[in-house]
């Protein structure tokens, strides 16, 4: 009797012993892959600050010959599928009436999960972000660093039109405007131009 006691202990004790060994191995391993992933997010967010520049950007936005219009879209980390939207839509329409456009989205940093990765594989594949060190919570910051970084890489831009991921842009009548006030500077009477968000619609 004693001794079927004692292997019942001793079968627990083994069983707690494996459940132990499996957890310990388990949170090690993902533990080793967070210190990694974020160590990388971490390096390319500290030579940013150093070097005062952003995290990600295309340089080469501006070298067109002649860019008229920038469309600088403020936009969140997260928002994958509007900027996607945006580039699949209005965003799209690049050259009308003789006015070549270019669009920037402008996003700040967040830290944690798999972000860095995924708007570094954006970043490569659009050609259309600035991904600044910023908070991306900020509106304001990521607004003021865009403007400096324009005034520095895209200086050739006449125009700037500033919107929102969420915003729905008419870019016939954007398009058309800029190459009023090109043309005919001094016949252009005021114009407005409405941002209409995409909430509204639905």
């Known amino acids: 009797m004693r001794r079927n006691y004692s292997d019942r202990v001793c079968l627990c004790l083994s069983v707690l012993l494996l459940f132990y060994i499996g957890w310990y191995v388990l949170t090690s391993s993902n533990f080793t892959v967070r210190f990694r992933r974020d160590s990388a997010e971490e390096l390319a967010y500290k030579n940013a600050i150093k070097l005062s520049s952003p995290m990600m950007e295309n340089r080469q936005i501006c070298s067109v010959d002649e860019t008229n219009l920038i469309l600088l879209i403020i936009?969140?980390?997260?928002?994958?599928?509007q900027r996607q939207s945006i580039r699949e839509t209005w965003g799209s329409m690049s050259d009308m009436f003789g006015i070549h456009s270019q669009r920037l989205f402008v996003?700040?940093?967040?830290?944690g999960g798999n972000l860095h990765k995924e708007?570094?594989?954006?970043a490569i594949h659009e050609q259309d972000l600035l991904y600044l060190t910023v908070d991306d919570h900020s509106v304001t910051l990521k607004e003021l660093h865009a403007y400096?970084?324009?005034?520095?890489?895209?200086?050739?831009?006449?125009?700037?039109?500033k919107t929102e991921d969420d915003l729905f842009v008419n870019s016939i009548l954007l398009h058309e405007l800029v190459r009023e006030l090109k043309t005919r500077p001094n016949d252009t009477k005021n114009r407005y131009l409405y941002n209409i968000s995409l909430d509204s619609l639905f």
Do not use: D, K, M
Not at 75 to 81: A, D, G, I, N
Not at 119 to 122: F, G, Q, T, V, W
Not at 148 to 161: D, G, K, M, N, P
């Open 75 to 81: 936009s969140v980390s997260t928002h994958f599928l």
């Open 107 to 111: 996003i700040g940093y967040r830290p």
């Open 119 to 122: 708007l570094s594989n954006e």
């Open 148 to 161: 400096r970084w324009l005034e520095q890489y895209c200086s050739t831009a006449v125009y700037i039109f």
